[in-house]
T-cell receptor, first 114, second 116 residues
């Protein structure tokens, strides 16, 4: 079945450091890929998405590229801020939207030091 | 943006009692709501999908008689954990899709259930 594997945390970085959170997936067909973020005390929010191979999702300085050949969707940001501290979830659905069943990775907690 | 609320945010109950958790879409009509369970340091696991006015569809391994889901209106779905036991202690999260914009799920802040 479909599954998502992402790097275990916690990840601790200094402000302005470069961030990469790895995510790989297993899926039949052509899934859509997502990154969700959960700030402390809040619900999950969609950060970015990509619906087909080679698409790049981007938002708030974060980027991820849908790589079908490596079945990956790594999250990157060039210069992190303290406000980026949160838990990040990689996820997929089997259709071109997140309105259907979502398969989540285990989440990666990110902490940014001032 | 679309907001989903959950109530209560935390609940502690005694073993054997039932607990109801509400999920509301505050500024949109939700045709579909999802209920997830999150264990510590684990991923969110989908429990069931509910459509307004019809029975919920449960994922394999989820006891429908234990986790009762009611989606009575386009803005409210409830999850009732019946005869709760300590192993039911978890973080329960709901999400909803906007009827007018079905390409996105909006998540609630979650409910922490502790069964003593």
């Amino acid at each position: 079945g479909n599954s998502v594997t992402q790097m275990e945390g916690p990840v601790t970085l200094s402000e302005e450091a470069f961030l990469t959170i790895n995510c790989t997936y297993t899926a039949t067909g052509y899934p859509s890929l997502f990154w969700y973020v959960q700030y402390p005390g809040e619900g999950l929010q969609l950060l970015l998405k990509a619906t087909k191979a080679d698409d790049k999702g981007s938002n708030k300085g974060f980027e991820a590229t849908y790589r079908k050949e490596t079945t990956s969707f790594h999250l990157e940001k060039g210069s992190v801020q303290v406000s980026d501290s949160a838990v990040y979830f990689c996820a997929l659905t089997g259709m071109y939207s997140s309105a259907s069943k979502i398969i989540f990775g285990s989440g990666t907690r990110l902490s940014i030091r001032p | 943006g679309a907001v989903v609320s959950q109530h209560p945010s935390r609940v502690i109950c005694k073993s054997g009692t039932s607990v109801k958790i509400e999920c509301r879409s505050l500024d949109f009509q939700a045709t579909t709501m999802f209920w997830y369970r999150q264990f510590p340091k684990k991923s969110l696991m989908l429990m069931a999908t509910s459509n307004e006015g019809s029975k919920a569809t449960y994922e394999q391994g989820v006891e429908k008689d234990k986790f009762l889901i009611n989606h009575a209106s386009l803005t409210l779905s409830t999850l009732t954990v019946t005869s709760a036991h300590p192993e039911d202690s978890s973080f329960y999260i709901c999400s909803a899709t906007d009827r007018d914009r079905s390409d996105t799920q909006y998540f609630g802040p979650g409910t922490r259930l502790t069964v003593l």
